[in-house]
């Protein structure tokens, strides 16, 4: 199983950016819930948001209102759209599915 997150980069505050995380191997990826954690700098790694089976989405306080978490089962592919960046924002997304993660895509947010 790998997971292949993508679409980080470097934005202003207030910019927009769409992250994917894309599931290749043997898999029934949409049997199971897929999150979206982040680590900035200096910190520990922290859950952003989580989307189940069920397309039921969940979000940390920080984040809610701004970001928007949607899963294509038939790409086996979720999405982590983020909105109204901050500064705060800025980490390393890493995508977590059954026990497995993805490589990262960084996220930088300045001006």
């Known amino acids: 199983v790998q997971l292949q997150a993508s679409g980080g980069g470097l934005v202003q505050p207030g910019g927009s950016l769409r992250l994917s995380c894309a599931a290749s191997?043997?898999?029934?990826?949409?049997?199971?819930?897929v999150h979206w954690y982040r680590q900035a700098p200096g910190k520990r790694r922290e859950l952003v948001s989580g989307?189940?089976?069920?397309?039921?989405?969940n979000y940390a306080d920080s984040v809610k209102g701004r970001f928007t978490i949607s899963r294509d089962n038939a790409k086996n592919t979720v999405y982590l759209q983020m909105n109204s960046l901050k500064p705060e924002d800025t980490a390393v997304y890493y995508c977590?599915?059954?026990?497995?993660w993805g490589q990262g895509t960084l996220v930088t947010v300045s001006s």
């Open positions: 989307i189940t089976s069920g397309g039921t989405a």
């Open positions: 191997g043997s898999i029934v990826f949409s049997i199971s819930a």
């Open positions: 977590h599915w059954q026990g497995y």
